[in-house]
């Protein structure tokens, strides 16, 4: 069913960059999924979606340290991500969807012709599939992955490119994110940020303390902030 559209003023931004895990999307229960399937695969009992959760936001990295403990020097890492990489790739959209709140906003950019893209780090192999199958693909032309510049968040260069894909000025334009390294890569390309709390946001540190332009428990907050 199609959300109302509703009568709103002129934009405080000109455009908006997302992050996608944890704030377009809630990934985090295929993400988990593909975890466990390391643990079931080695006769052990999978872990509680509440517990991996948190680690969504930290990919391969925290969910294989939740699941089996196992840190990222461990020599035995990197074939244990692949696998979980691999588990991922074959099911990566069964349980992912939009947070609620997020396509009635999308559907206010739209409407008011207001560009928008994601940039995520989120590797291409797994970025294209997921953003078509869920059909982000066909409303912004703008996607940019974790590899698809050089370096990713938080160094700015990926949100500098959907800029530039978007042809839009980063100084009037607002990214948001639900990590700490978003809202790091979104200052030092030029933008005001929006940290959402509502998305795994890790556990480094609480949201209030990465001097987020915004703070938002919701994406309707998001739609407020934009068109206040």
């Known amino acids: ?12 931004y000109e455009s908006v960059l997302f992050d996608l895990d944890g704030t377009l999307a809630d990934t985090a229960p295929d993400l988990a999924a593909a975890a466990n399937q390391l643990l079931i695969s080695r006769g052990l009992s999978p872990k509680p979606l509440e517990l ?16 089996l403990g ?10 244990i991500r ?5 588990n991922y790739e074959q099911a990566i959209h069964v349980h ?6 997020i396509e009635a906003l999308l559907d206010q950019l739209d409407h008011h012709r207001i560009p928008w893209g994601i940039v995520t780090n989120k590797q291409e192999r797994f970025t294209h599939p997921l953003v078509k199958s869920m059909r982000l693909d066909q409303r912004t032309p703008a996607i940019v992955s974790g590899d698809t510049t050089a370096y990713p968040k938080p160094h700015p260069a990926p949100i500098l490119l959907c800029a530039q894909m978007l042809k839009i000025d980063p100084s009037k334009s607002i990214y948001v994110g639900d990590d700490l390294r ?6 030092a390309a030029g933008m005001h940020t929006i940290a959402a709390a509502y998305g795994y946001c ?22 407020d902030i934009l068109f206040k």
Do not use: C
């Not at 196992?70 to 074939?79: M, R, V």
């Open 202 to 223: 890790g556990e480094e540190s609480p949201a209030h303390s990465w001097g987020a332009t915004y703070l938002v428990q919701n994406p309707s907050e998001i739609e």
């Open 1 to 12: 069913m199609t959300t109302p559209l509703k009568s709103v003023r002129a934009p405080t």
């Open 70 to 79: 196992i840190e990222a020097d461990d020599p035995s890492f990197l074939s």
């Open 52 to 67: 991996l959760r948190p680690m969504a936001s930290m990919g391969a990295r925290g969910l294989i340290k939740v699941a």
């Open 82 to 86: 692949d696998e979980f990489l691999n």
């Open 96 to 101: 992912t969807e939009l947070f609620q709140g």
């Open 182 to 187: 978003d809202i790091q890569a979104g200052h």
